[in-house]
């Protein structure tokens, strides 16, 4: 099955900073990659996903980049702010697969 | 449209009780998951289900028990519950009919075993 490995576990940024996020993924057959983005005390939520299809894709101030030869995807938050703070999920699926989840990453913005 | 709807929101657990997690979508998913989350931790995958009839175990089934006869509900069933199962469930469905794989989770159950 998939497996999907997600670093850095923590990150702490300054305030306006960028933040990058790391993931990689297993199974070639996976075509679909969500970020899920879990603030204190509430359930995860989708903030941007990103298909096989597309290299790139941008809302705002996230962006995913996708490359599918090496496996691997990345979160990317510019200007970040303090409400940014939050854990952030990769996950990967595709075709009948189920979603797999990384273990995820605790984003930190100092004001 | 509900989504993914949980019962209980909380509960507080004798060493030993029994408990059944209540969870339902209403968006017609083939898929549907529960998950546990400690505190400052990941999500665990306990089991998952791809359609009514059919469930499987993920990393962490020990303990817990599910059935899925219905496609709008997978219920979680703790037996003996111990102290290690303090933690928070949440429960997801996913649709994987033309590529529409997007996870939805419920608001999750706060479960503490005392």
């Known amino acids: 099955g998939e497996n999907v490995e997600q670093h850095p576990s923590t990150l702490s940024v300054q305030e306006g900073d960028s933040a990058v996020i790391k993931c990689t993924y297993s199974d070639s057959a996976s075509n679909y990659f969500p970020w899920y983005k879990q603030e204190l005390g509430k359930r995860p939520q989708l903030i941007i996903d990103i298909r096989s299809n597309v290299g790139e894709k941008k809302d705002q101030r996230i962006a995913v980049t996708l490359n599918k030869t090496a496996k691997h995807f990345s979160l990317h938050i510019t200007e970040t702010q303090p409400e940014d703070s939050a854990v952030y999920f990769c996950?990967?699926?595709?075709?009948?697969?189920?979603?797999?989840f990384g273990i995820g990453t605790k984003l930190q913005v100092i004001p | 449209n509900a989504g993914v709807t949980q019962t209980p929101k909380f509960r507080i657990l004798k060493i030993g009780q029994s408990m059944t997690l209540q969870c339902a979508q209403d968006?017609?998913?083939?898929?549907m998951y529960w998950y546990r989350q400690d505190p400052g931790m990941g999500l665990k995958l306990i089991y998952y289900?791809?359609?009514?009839?059919?469930?499987d175990k993920g990393e962490v089934p020990n303990g817990y028990n599910v059935s899925r006869s219905t496609t709008e509900d997978f219920p979680l069933r703790l037996e003996l519950a111990a102290p290690s199962q303090t933690s928070v469930y949440f429960c997801?469905?996913?649709?994987?009919?033309?590529?529409?794989?997007?996870?939805?989770f419920g608001q999750g159950t706060r479960l503490t075993v005392v």
């Open positions: 996950a990967g699926a595709g075709g009948y697969q189920k979603v797999t």
């Open positions: 289900s791809v359609g009514a009839g059919i469930t």
């Open positions: 997801a469905s996913s649709s994987h009919y033309r590529g529409e794989t997007e996870a939805f």
């Open positions: 968006m017609n998913h083939n898929y």
